[in-house]
């Protein structure tokens, strides 16, 4: 049974930071690119980046500079850390996990992120 699981968000200040995490079961992880979504109230769900099995990384531009996506295979983890974030972050991060060349795909539940004072 495969198992996508995000965690660390929460409530923080802007121009704080917070370290999102992406626990992936049942998958040969590292075959498998990792990307990034969120889901503001009232939004579609908007791609924020994410990162190949080679390695190679990309994200949006409202984020770039701010954010920083990487994972370990041996952990099976991926990791979305988010710097300088601004109330325009707030939203519903999740994880999706895809097998490449196939249409074999696996989301996350979600973890909300809130920036606020």
């Known amino acids: 049974q495969v198992q996508v699981v995000e965690s660390g968000g929460g409530l923080v200040q802007p121009g704080g930071s917070l370290r999102l995490s992406c626990a992936a079961s049942?998958?040969?992880?590292?075959?498998?690119?990792m990307s990034w979504y969120r889901q503001a109230p009232g939004n579609q769900r908007e791609w924020v980046g994410g990162?190949?099995?080679?390695?190679?990384?990309n994200y949006a531009d409202p984020v770039k500079g701010r954010f920083t996506i990487s994972r370990d295979n041996t952990k099976k983890t991926g990791y979305l850390q988010m710097n300088s974030l601004k109330p325009e972050d707030t939203a519903v991060y999740y994880c999706?996990?895809?097998?490449?060349?196939?249409?074999?795909?696996?989301w996350g539940q979600g973890t909300q992120v809130t920036v606020s004072s």
């Open positions: 990162i190949g099995t080679s390695g190679s990384i």
């Open positions: 049942g998958i040969t992880f590292d075959l498998y690119a």
């Open positions: 999706n996990v895809k097998l490449g060349g196939s249409g074999y795909a696996y």
